[in-house]
């Protein structure tokens, strides 16, 4: 009997142990989010990505329902569309769906027409006019990715539009202060006008990878819309989309 409560005590303290060290991540983590709030946008967005293998081929029935099962989760209940089209190796279905406050596009990609066949999974979603829900998301999109077994690893990017063109030195001086609010330290990356891309590295942040052998987990990026105001692009670990 003392060894069952001796085992039931370990089991509860693992537990209570592993609750401690997701809260102390995400704890860390959102210093990421907090330092973009930090500065004076006129409009942000968020993009959660997850792209990876997918472990198994799918019916056209079966990836409508997991896609609608992810769209729940995000809280997506209708009015998207789910379209399937053959392809010279496979077959693609899309999960669009757009709105006011956002957007999500879910992709299978399945190439089972080849000597080896392979399967991929894309999930894109998107938060117009908010960053301050991205770590949510993040960790909702990374249980998904869990439950549905994708191999691949989830991005968050944070985007602010700066209501002016800054100079390569105002630039510089924003990269500076926003890698320090982060604790992140400088790996490499370029500092150019056509490309001012830099990659970074923070304890704060779990995932990674790895650049010419260094790790790399945060990626700053500068650019210029149609209005010329500056879009700062806030990548974890890396930024989601082309910029």
């Not at 392809?87 to 879910?106: L, P, Q």
């Not at 100079?167 to 490309?195: C, D, H, P, W, Y």
């Amino acid at each position: 009997m003392k060894q069952r409560i001796a085992y039931f005590a370990c089991a509860v303290w693992i537990i209570m142990l592993a609750d401690f060290i997701v809260g102390e991540v995400k704890e860390k983590e959102a210093v990421v989010v907090q330092a973009m709030e930090a500065q004076t946008f006129s409009d942000v967005e968020t993009t959660i990505e997850l792209s990876g293998i997918y472990p198994r081929k799918l019916q056209t029935g079966e990836v409508e329902r997991i896609f609608m099962n992810i769209a729940n989760q995000f809280g997506i209940m209708d009015n998207y569309e789910i379209v399937t089209q053959k392809k010279s190796n496979g077959m693609v279905t899309v999960f669009e769906k757009d709105g006011e406050n956002g957007a999500a596009v879910f992709r299978y990609i399945a190439m089972d027409q080849t000597i080896h066949p392979e399967y991929y999974m894309v999930l894109n979603v998107k938060l117009y006019h908010n960053i301050a829900c991205a770590m949510e998301y993040r960790q909702r999109m990374q249980q998904i990715g869990e439950q549905y077994g994708i191999e691949g690893t989830v991005c968050m990017e944070l985007e602010g539009i700066y209501p002016v063109s800054l100079s390569m030195e105002e630039k510089k001086k924003a990269e500076q202060r926003i890698l320090n609010q982060i604790g992140a330290e400088f790996v490499t990356g370029s500092r150019k006008e056509e490309l001012y891309t830099v990659y970074a590295y923070t304890n704060a942040v779990k995932p990674y990878f790895k650049i010419e052998n260094k790790k790399t987990n945060i990626n700053l990026a500068f650019t210029q819309d149609e209005n010329d105001q500056t879009v700062w692009h806030l990548g974890v670990p890396v930024l989601c989309e082309e910029y």
